[in-house]
Every structure is written in structure tokens, then in C-alpha cells.
């Protein structure tokens, strides 16, 4: 059975850095592509970043190029999203995801954001406030 736990979300200050993780099991991440949605407060989904089985390649948002780092631990199976820079417009719900069993990247870039994914975590809430 395939799960995604994150953890790490929490409140931090324009400026400050924080990094979530997400426990997988079930399956190896390494085969796979996985990657973060986020979900701002009244808005729609958004693909964040995402790393690809195949010499690791990552995509990342425009909004967050230059500032979050996303990673993979096999020993550990887990996926790290690294967020440094943050501004209060990162504050959302962030999720998890696997495009299973793709090894690419490009299910994460789909119209409508998330139709491709098959499995999400339950989301780390992270608000950026003064």
C-alpha cells in the first residue's frame, strides 16, 4: 500500500527558511517521479517542484525557482523540499505527490494541476507571517 506522510510544515517569518519532508513507503521513490503541490488559501492547486527517477532531473515553479531545493534520500525514502527566501505568498497547504509508476516529471505539469497524480500525502500547512 502506497503512502505519503509529510511533516515539517509550520509558521515562520518572511525571510526565514523551513524544509518539509515526505515518508514514502510502499514502493521506491527512486523509480519514480515525486514532487510538492501546494494549495494557497482560496486558490487552485499548484505544481511546486518535482524530481524525476532519471538523473534526478527537477522542475520547479517560477515562483520558487532560486529559493526552494527539492531532494531524495534513498536510504531514507523520503523527499525533501528545502524552502529558503520564503514570502507570505508561499503560505498554503503543501502536498505530497507520485505520479506512479512514471518516472518523469511531466505528469506534475498536467492541466488541470494534480490529474495526473495518483498518490498525495494529507498536507503540511505552512503560513509565512510576520
Known amino acids: 500500500q502506497v503512502q505519503l506522510v509529510e511533516s515539517g510544515g509550520g509558521l515562520v517569518q518572511p525571510g526565514d527558511s523551513l524544509r518539509l519532508s515526505c515518508a514514502a513507503s510502499g514502493f521506491n521513490l527512486d523509480y519514480y517521479a515525486i514532487g510538492w503541490f501546494r494549495q494557497p488559501p482560496g486558490k487552485e492547486r499548484e505544481p511546486v517542484a518535482c524530481i524525476a527517477s532519471s538523473h534526478s532531473r527537477t522542475y520547479y515553479a517560477d515562483s520558487v525557482k532560486d529559493r526552494f531545493t527539492i531532494t531524495r534520500d534513498s536510504a531514507k525514502n523520503t523527499t525533501y523540499l528545502q524552502m529558503n527566501k520564503m514570502r507570505p505568498d508561499d503560505t498554503a497547504v503543501y502536498f505530497c505527490?507520485?505520479?506512479?509508476?512514471?518516472?518523469?516529471?511531466?505528469?506534475?505539469?498536467?492541466?488541470?494541476?494534480?490529474?495526473?497524480?495518483?498518490?498525495w500525502g494529507k498536507g503540511a500547512l505552512v503560513t509565512v507571517s510576520l
Open positions: 505527490a507520485v505520479d506512479y509508476p512514471t518516472p518523469y516529471c511531466s505528469g506534475f505539469l498536467r492541466k488541470p494541476p494534480g490529474s495526473a497524480i495518483d498518490y
